[in-house]
């Protein structure tokens, strides 16, 4: 028999204030492309996530080691997308005594703004040694194009 050490919530929380003053330090929040990030309060943990612009798509790299593909759920309502999963607490059946849980288990939740020029009937995910991979393409009115210029001959000005 076999018993499981609860983490201490309090530590959760200065895990979160640490994470969250560190992205300050690190210049996230002076981004000029920035999404606002409404974090849940129940959440345990949050995965953090890159974003990437390219001409035709917008990239949303998650990592979430640990996490089933099938225990995360991708929504878009209104202008917003949300991941939410779940990573499970596996007990250690073997150890005797546990000394340290440092890894971040529980619920997560990360929502994302996305702006008009989102395609959100095309959005897919793809998920791959805990990383996941949301491709958000640009609908057509906004994808960079070109304008070409046409050359007008101008009249005489005597004739």
Do not use: C
């Amino acid at each position: 028999m076999f018993s499981v050490t609860q983490r201490d919530p309090m530590l959760d929380l200065l895990h979160h204030l640490e994470h969250r003053i560190g992205r300050s330090f690190n210049g996230e929040a002076l981004r000029a492309f920035e999404w606002p990030v409404p974090e849940a309060a129940t959440t345990a943990w949050l995965p953090l996530v890159d974003i990437f612009e390219e001409p035709d798509v917008i990239r949303l790299v998650a990592e979430i080691p640990g996490v089933k593909p099938e225990d995360v759920k991708i929504s878009v309502e209104s202008n917003l997308l949300t991941i939410k999963g779940t990573k499970e607490q596996v007990a250690e059946e073997k150890a005797e005594k546990v000394h340290r849980y440092e890894r971040t288990y529980g619920a997560f939740e990360r929502t994302f703004r996305l702006s008009a020029s989102i395609d959100p009937n095309k959005i897919k995910a793809t998920y791959n040694l805990g990383v996941l991979t949301i491709t958000l393409p640009k609908a057509e009115t906004a994808k960079p194009h070109l304008i070409e210029v046409e050359f007008t001959p101008q009249k005489a000005l005597n004739a």
